[in-house]
């Protein structure tokens, strides 16, 4: 009994908590569906309102405008489509500069503008008045930039005659024609485009308007201006091989055309000394050892070069000692060279100047002279000297004896004074009027000492010597004829190390 009641209390429950979910599920459908139901009918209104607004816009777009205008462009009676065309039409941007060779065509500088009118017109109710101006002095300051962008573009520097060649056989002078610059007249153009923007002349083309450069130099005033800057004239000796090698130098220099910032290089220029170029043996130093070999008294050359390069108001960018002091120049002042094809010690330049510069070289009997023609480069009535001064002397090397049985037994004879070598620091100094101007470091050198050689015969006594035969006495002067080459090629000073020394 208690137990089917109990059953019949669990199924009246269950039976209650069916019936509530379905009604909770029925309540929940009502809602959505309610929901829905009056977002439909919001959606259709909203739509129905952006319909109307659009239709309403576009009868606006009918609407012939009552008063409008934009700058000289009279858009009244027409409706906004027809005003939105004829500004579109009217105002098509074209605009473009010309040089007489090319057309450039100038940024578009009112679209901004003329974007934000037609913005206004279809917002602004028909029968409104309506008056537009363009923002001219914004313009300007476009035109103004447009016109530094040509200018950099069409701006040209005149040129000046300068000397572009030498013919070393008559002696000739030959000078580049001059050529007029040109400068764009930027305030000129502005006006001029500001002018066919306020006529919204927006297709016009511009002739730009230049001011003529005169070129600073013209060719009759370079042939009267080219003189000669720097020169400098050295002795050589009789010496006929080494006088042959210093010729060649020169041939290879004379008339030599540099134009401004352009290096000059006594290796490139001259190439390798070697004989088959020409070049004869004659007195050099390798490694402190006095040599015969081709090219040898070509750093007479460079170093009168050298001079002349100084005096002329240029700097070298390589210039190199001796390791024995030549006589030809003073100690501290020469410029030795050497090259064997690939490298080595060179006298380098760079033409500072404004203008082309040429190199005369020419060796007249014993007379080697070089000089630099130019415009001058140093400041009227200045002129460069060179001042070397010892600061110490190299360490003394001992006496070297030679045995020379052909003196008198017991006798000594010196045949080479020696040289005592130093250190030297030159200065370059800028003289006006007699009075130094301006001093400033130029280069230090060093040099080695040469021994003092003393010829002696302290093995054969006069009882001890042996009549010599015809033939023998004839080739004893063989040594002393070496004698006097070895001291010709020290009196001269050699160079050191390598092919083409002097």
């Known amino acids: 009994m208690d137990k089917?009641?109990?059953?019949?209390?669990?199924?009246?429950?269950?039976?209650?908590?069916?019936?509530?979910?379905?009604?909770?599920?029925?309540?929940?459908?009502?809602?959505?569906?309610?929901?829905?139901?009056?977002?439909?009918?919001?959606?259709?209104?909203?739509?129905?309102?952006?319909?109307?607004?659009?239709?309403?816009?576009?009868?606006?777009?009918?609407?012939?405008?009552?008063?409008?205008?934009?700058?000289?462009?009279?858009?009244?009676?027409?409706?906004?489509?027809?005003?939105?065309?004829?500004?579109?039409?009217?105002?098509?941007?074209?605009?473009?500069?010309?040089?007489?060779?090319?057309?450039?065509?100038?940024?578009?500088?009112?679209?901004?503008?003329?974007?934000?009118?037609?913005?206004?017109?279809?917002?602004?109710?028909?029968?409104?008045?309506?008056?537009?101006?363009?923002?001219?002095?914004?313009?300007?300051?476009?035109?103004?930039?447009?016109?530094?962008?040509?200018?950099?573009?069409?701006?040209?520097?005149?040129?000046?005659?300068?000397?572009?060649?030498?013919?070393?056989?008559?002696?000739?002078?030959?000078?580049?024609?001059?050529?007029?610059?040109?400068?764009?007249?930027?305030?000129?153009?502005?006006?001029?485009?500001?002018?066919?923007?306020?006529?919204?002349?927006?297709?016009?083309?511009?002739?730009?308007?230049?001011?003529?450069?005169?070129?600073?130099?013209?060719q009759a005033q370079a042939k009267e201006q080219y003189k000669v800057i720097g020169t400098f004239t050295t002795k050589t000796t009789t010496n006929k091989n080494r006088n042959q090698n210093i010729s060649l130098a020169v041939q290879a220099i004379n008339g030599m055309i540099l134009k401004p910032g352009e290096e000059f290089s006594f290796n490139n220029t001259t190439?390798?000394?070697?004989?088959?170029?020409?070049?004869?043996?004659?007195?050099?130093?390798?490694?402190?050892?006095?040599?015969?070999?081709?090219?040898?008294?070509?750093?007479?050359?460079?170093?009168?070069l050298y001079h002349a390069i100084i005096e002329g108001g240029f700097k070298t960018t390589e210039r190199n000692s001796h390791s024995f002091a030549p006589s030809y120049v003073e100690k501290g002042q020469d410029a030795m060279v050497s090259f064997d094809g690939y490298a080595g010690p060179d006298l380098k330049f760079v033409n500072t100047g404004s203008a082309s510069v040429v190199l005369r070289a020419s060796l007249e009997g014993t007379t080697l002279k070089i000089s630099v023609v130019g415009i001058p480069v140093l400041e009227d009535g200045v002129k460069v000297v060179i001042r070397s001064e010892k600061v110490k002397d190299s360490d003394p090397l001992p006496v070297t004896y030679e045995e020379n049985t052909a003196l008198p037994y017991g006798t000594e004879k010196v045949v080479d004074k020696g040289t005592l070598g130093g250190y030297y620091k030159s200065y370059r100094l800028l003289e006006k009027g007699g009075t130094v101007i301006k001093e400033e470091p130029l280069h230090n050198s060093s040099y080695k000492s040469k021994p003092e050689v003393i010829q002696r015969n302290t093995t054969l006594k006069p009882e001890e010597t042996v009549p010599e035969t015809p033939e023998e006495s004839e080739s004893s002067s063989v040594p002393a004829k070496d004698q006097g080459e070895t001291h010709e090629a020290e009196e001269i000073g050699p160079g050191v190390t390598g092919p083409g020394n002097s």
């Open 271 to 304: 190439g390798n000394r070697t004989k088959e170029k020409g070049y004869r043996p004659a007195g050099a130093y390798r490694n402190g050892v006095l040599i015969e070999e081709p090219g040898g008294g070509v750093c007479q050359v460079s170093t009168t």
């Open 4 to 218: 089917n009641r109990a059953r019949r209390i669990r199924q009246r429950r269950n039976r209650k908590i069916a019936y509530g979910s379905l009604l909770l599920a029925a309540l929940l459908t009502i809602g959505i569906l309610y929901s829905f139901a009056n977002s439909k009918k919001s959606k259709d209104s909203d739509s129905k309102e952006i319909i109307a607004e659009t239709k309403d816009k576009d009868e606006d777009l009918d609407k012939a405008l009552v008063s409008a205008r934009l700058g000289k462009t009279n858009l009244s009676g027409l409706t906004v489509k027809e005003a939105k065309d004829t500004i579109e039409e009217r105002f098509q941007w074209g605009m473009t500069v010309t040089d007489g060779t090319e057309s450039v065509v100038i940024d578009d500088v009112i679209s901004g503008q003329l974007k934000e009118v037609l913005e206004k017109l279809s917002e602004t109710p028909a029968d409104r008045p309506q008056d537009y101006q363009l923002d001219y002095p914004l313009i300007k300051e476009a035109f103004e930039k447009q016109a530094e962008v040509l200018a950099k573009r069409w701006n040209k520097d005149g040129v000046s005659s300068e000397v572009e060649a030498f013919d070393p056989k008559t002696g000739v002078y030959s000078y580049t024609k001059e050529q007029n610059g040109r400068v764009l007249n930027q305030e000129k153009l502005v006006s001029q485009l500001l002018d066919a923007a306020e006529a919204e002349n927006f297709q016009a083309e511009i002739t730009a308007e230049f001011t003529p450069q005169v070129p600073e130099r013209t």
